[in-house]
């Protein structure tokens, strides 16, 4: 017997996450987890720190290389290179096996077709020419505004490439408390009394991860909203649904 | 059977298949790839399955992810580059371009009206060159192809044919490619850049034919003049096509229809940019070279020539494909 943690049959139509489903042919059902403009900001970052670490050691080299071959074809092959770095890098990373740019591998991220498997050189190629849209007006303005605006956090090179950039790998994150809250009471894992669904599963499970960043009253009516399930209300019904969560996380 | 069971029971063969796709993943070749299918598709089933009995979220997760991870390795493509370039160059980028004729016209339009309209502008008020140029540009130019004065501009100072190949690849194909990306914001990067560009180029031109030695000036850029020009107006094609699909989405969704648009697009990207390279090859290593102006006037048009048979002509009669994404 299953029984609906949501209170009613509407609520169950929302998605409660940004998880994405995929049916394949093989039969199964894959779930991706778009990434979000924070972490792809910071992915970034790290791509153009690298970027200019390797424009400064190219320079270097050409110097040092016109000194040698003469001015005009260490120039030509500086040009030459800027130019694949500059609209390669993240080209030869994205298509590669790996399907990440250094930066966005560090953060876990991974670039996919919205299928779910490998985005093809076309598709990588079409959303990094793109992406001079993305910078447009100014420091990637347009891409966070159409990052904000599509339900899966596509830029606009994500949107013509039909590609998306999400989670390689789920890490498993229980805030336990942040600065001026309330830690929450430890609890052990404890079998929920009846069988749920994956979409409630899920939700007891996030808020075992995310309860920790609330404050009392905001875990207990949070926590309430549950009651149905744990039997109880107030702060005995958060510990009981975090008691669940842990259960159902770690089996 | 009870999560545990069936955990004992899979374990060492989802261990293995990890191991596996790990190797894989390093770019690793082992005569064990072969058992890739098999593990797979024993791997969704499994995972099919404790979907279906609502195992424990940190079972279906890992399951999860390993079924992504193989399907990636499974289905990535590979080898057969040349074939692909080929398909591309001989079929798909032609056929695109012929298939966007509306849009290509519209760009040559925006490209060359503004261009000519530069030119005339030297017989009849040059002031709009001088304002287009300012006094640095028109200087440069008089040290270019100024009247009299036989010592050429061309490559004593900026050094070498390959000095000159590398940087009209930067600078050119890069203006290509913005164009492209710049067109999906509703056409109008790639609008903007097409007249900009036509009127820069036109303002130089014109201004030769006002102070310049308009024999030297079309002695250089005869050569590359047509793959040059028109590669850059096909990159500003592709540009359009992004665009249209924000502005003119049809019966789509506007984000199927971006979807679409860069399929089309993107064989005229490729076909635009590898025009331009090679139009740099031609200014890098041919347009400065020495030699009879009327060889360089015929090299000239006959390039133009080639340029249209290959445009109008090539990849007529076969099927269409799916392109050489």
Redo the contacts between chains.
Sequence with gaps: MTMSVAQTAGEMDKPLDTLQRIELAEGVDIELRPAGVMVRACAFSIDLGIFIVVVILMSVAGNLMAAVTGEGFAAGTMSIAGFGVYWGYHVFYEAGLRGATPGKRRMGLRVVADGGGPAGLGAVMLRNVVRVADFLPWCYLGGLLSCLFTRRFQRLGDLVAHTLVVYETRKDVVVESVAGMPPPLPVEPEPPPVTLTREERGAVVRFLERSGMWSGPRRREVADHASGLTGTGGEEGVVRLRAMGRWLRDS | MT?QAFTEQNRARWAETEALAAEL?K?GKTREAVRLPML??QL??D??LA?HR??????C?EL??L??RC??LL???EGAAAWRVATLLLRDFPVALRREWRLFALAMLLFFGPMAGMVAAAKYDPRWIFSVLGPEEMRMLDGMYGPGDEKEFL?GE??????????Y??NN??IG??M??????AMV?ALFALAYQGVVIGAMQGYVHYAGDTEKFYRFVSGHAAFELVGIVICGTAGLR?GQAVLKPGRMSR?DA??E??KK??PL??GGCLLVFFAAFIE?FWSASPGPTSVKYAVGAMNWLLLAVYLCGCGRGGKEGS???
């Design positions: 999560q993943e770019g797979y598709r969704c089933a995972s099919a979907q609502i195992y424990g979220e940190k079972l997760g999860n992810a079924v992504i399907r990636n289905a990535r493509e490559r900026f050094g070498s044919d390959f000095g000159m190949f590398g940087h690849i930067e194909v890069s490619l913005r492209a990306g710049a067109g999906v914001l990067g992004l984000g971006l979807a648009a860069g697009a993107l990207i490729y890098g392109g050489a994404a």
